[in-house]
């Protein structure tokens, strides 16, 4: 059978008919869903403003059904998720956006960087350990690693956060050899709970070397050499650690009076207090001074005659009340209820707060038990800040 060339000149218009108007329906359906995306998007960014975020999350899960490659649309759910609390639905959001073949290298590396913040927000450690721990020679290594750091310290892994804090220390993060101090105290501290005085004593020696300002090692070590009734070797410690670190004499104050006595060495004690004294008056290393003047044979008015110089060089509410806690009253028969009222009014002002978060506290803390910072408790009290 001859085949008719007519059908091939009707056919070619119409296919071509066809065609165009197939292209033209593509063309308005992706032209609507490009529309919906954005619209949905900006919704959602209007809900977060708007600080709506349960209208803000079903805005971006509208947006991401839309547009289901778009990786910001993912990051700006997931820390949706993530700052209301729901950890699981933001850990599913990074996980699908790491499970995703065609993410660019920077997006996985922010992707393995949020996954790692939602297993720690959700106090899921050993995760979250492993994904920061992935994060080495990526723009986020840094913040991975004082993450890291928080995680250690927060579960007393000390040899973990000294590798931790001497990387940090060798990229340039900041000085960490204070920390490592505390780190190798609190290992010595372990070691004494257990009985190795001799390797508590080589680790408070470590620390000393690693950082010899800070005078928590320095303390501990003298607090050992009593322990072990080496009087002469806690006086030398804590003589030395003043010359190091005279803005901690208050802190040193207390347990060099009582070295000094123990080993007879009170006048040279009562030299270094005062010198500290007059360079900085200071409560502590005034009742010290008060305490070695009575005990070398001053008199008991002669001794507390240093709360009344104080009071000339500094208003103290705290050292007029010691004062006044010696003297004979007019009315003394008043005297016990206006001490009372004093000591309690003086209580606030001899604790020591926190410089972080203002936490107060009777006794020094290296670390503040609310905001869990190092170092800082000033070694002075409330009363002097």
Not at 35 to 46: H, M
Not at 111 to 123: I, M
Not at 274 to 283: G, I, K, R, V
């Amino acid at each position: 059978m001859d085949f008719d060339l007519s059908w091939i000149l009707l056919g070619l218009p119409l296919a071509f008919v066809l065609g165009w108007i197939a292209s033209r329906f593509d063309l308005r359906q992706l032209r609507m869903e490009n529309r919906q995306a954005p619209k949905a998007y900006f919704k959602g960014l209007n809900f977060l403003l708007n600080e709506q975020q349960d209208q803000a999350i079903d805005a971006f899960i509208e947006a991401v059904q839309n547009d289901p490659d778009t990786s910001e649309l993912h990051f700006a759910l997931g820390n949706l998720f993530r700052r209301r609390g729901e950890y699981e639905r933001a850990v599913r959001v990074h996980e699908h956006l790491l499970g995703r073949g065609d993410l660019s290298d920077s997006d996985r590396e922010r992707a393995q960087h949020a996954l790692a913040l939602d297993f720690l927000k959700a106090g899921l450690l050993d995760r979250a350990e492993d994904a920061l721990r992935r994060l080495e020679a990526t723009p986020f290594e840094g913040q991975a690693r004082l993450a890291l750091l928080a995680i250690y310290e927060r579960s007393r892994d000390w040899p973990q956060a000294a590798e931790i804090a001497q990387k940090l220390d060798a990229a340039g993060q900041g000085s960490f050899s204070n920390r490592l101090a505390h780190y190798l105290c609190e290992q010595a501290d372990s070691r004494l709970s257990a009985g190795d005085t001799g390797g508590a004593a080589e680790l408070l020696e470590q620390a000393m070397a690693t950082a010899p300002q800070a005078p928590r090692a320095s303390m501990a070590l003298a607090a050992l050499h009593t322990r072990l009734g080496r009087d002469q070797a806690a006086f030398d410690t804590l003589a030395a650690l003043a010359q190091a670190a005279p803005a901690a004499m208050p802190l040193i104050a207390a347990p060099l009076r009582e070295a000094a006595a123990a080993c007879g060495r009170s006048e040279e004690a009562l030299g270094l207090l005062t010198a500290s004294y007059e360079q900085a008056p200071c409560l502590d290393v005034l009742e010290a001074i008060v305490a070695l003047s009575a005990a070398s044979g001053a008199s008991t008015a002669s001794a507390r005659e240093w709360y009344v110089k104080h009071l000339e060089r500094e208003p103290s509410l705290v050292a007029a009340a010691k004062w006044i806690a010696g003297e004979k009253l007019e009315h003394e028969q008043f005297h016990p209820q206006v001490q009372r009222a004093l000591d309690h009014a003086v209580k606030p002002l001899t604790r020591y707060r926190c410089a972080a978060c203002g936490f107060e506290a009777k006794q020094h803390f290296w670390q503040c038990p609310g905001c869990q910072a190092w170092d800082s408790y000033p070694a002075r009290r409330v009363e002097e800040l």
